[in-house]
């Protein structure tokens, strides 16, 4: 059974800080992993995509990479702002079957001005 | 162009009574799944549907269920409602085809809150 864990689960940082948030899995047959950011009381936005054969994508001033034999991915942010406090959350989905997503539980960004 | 639109945004209901969630995709978009998210947690996978067809589904019980119509439009049914089914319930569509798994990436709705009393 598929496995994912979000470390930390809080983190508060200042502005302009550039920060990581990390991501793993127990499964490492995956199709792909997404990146996604909730702001309180909202559904989710997706980020970042990444593709089992692939090792990172970048948006702006996010990027996501992937090491899928040791289970793991980081979302990267540059030059954080206030306005990029939100829970951020990734998910993995596997070969195969639906699109079913295997979420983690999210870590909660606070960017403080 | 539209997201995901889900209705209604919020729903109070008692123990032991039925609900019906609505969802559009985004235009183009045959795949639709639905989520449940309990304050505190991620979100867990109900069902999937790509063009009528039920595609996957999680470990819900039997009183959940839900369609898809012509349009790609969905509903989330949910009888004999359980304080337990208090959550957010997130409706994602992709542009997935006919295989219906590919790597477009899911896109979701503001989702309905759902009160059990």
């Known amino acids: 059974k598929q496995e994912v864990t979000q470390i930390p689960a809080a983190l508060s940082v200042p502005e302009g800080e550039n920060l990581v948030l990390n991501c793993s899995f127990t499964?490492?047959?995956?199709?792909?992993l997404q990146w996604f950011r909730q702001d309180p009381g909202k559904g989710l936005t997706s980020l970042l995509l990444i593709q089992s054969s692939q090792r990172e994508q970048t948006s702006g001033r996010l990027n996501a990479s992937l090491d899928k034999s040791s289970g793991r991915s980081t979302l990267y942010i540059a030059a954080s702002q206030p306005g990029d406090s939100a829970t951020y959350l990734c998910?993995?989905?596997?070969?195969?079957?639906?699109?079913?997503?295997?979420f983690g539980k999210g870590t909660k960004l606070t960017v403080n001005p | 162009d539209a997201g995901v639109t889900q209705s209604p945004t919020h729903l109070i209901k008692t123990r032991g009574q039925q609900v019906t969630l609505r969802c559009s995709p985004i235009?183009?978009?045959?795949?639709v799944s639905w989520y449940q998210q309990v304050l505190g947690q991620g979100p867990q996978f109900i069902f999937q549907?790509?063009?009528?067809?039920?595609?996957g589904r999680g470990n819900f019980p039997d009183r959940f269920s839900a369609r898809q119509f012509p349009n790609y439009s969905s509903e989330l049914n949910v009888n004999a409602l359980l304080l337990g089914d208090s959550a957010l319930y997130l409706c994602?569509?992709?542009?997935?085809?006919?295989?219906?798994?590919?790597?477009?990436?899911?896109?979701f709705g503001d989702g309905t809150r759902l009160s059990i009393l």
């Open positions: 994602a569509s992709s542009a997935t085809g006919p295989g219906g798994h590919s790597n477009q990436p899911q896109h």
């Open positions: 499964d490492s047959a995956i199709y792909n």
């Open positions: 235009s183009g978009h045959k795949s």
């Open positions: 549907y790509y063009e009528k067809e039920e595609r």
């Open positions: 998910a993995v989905s596997r070969p195969g079957g639906s699109e079913k997503l295997v």
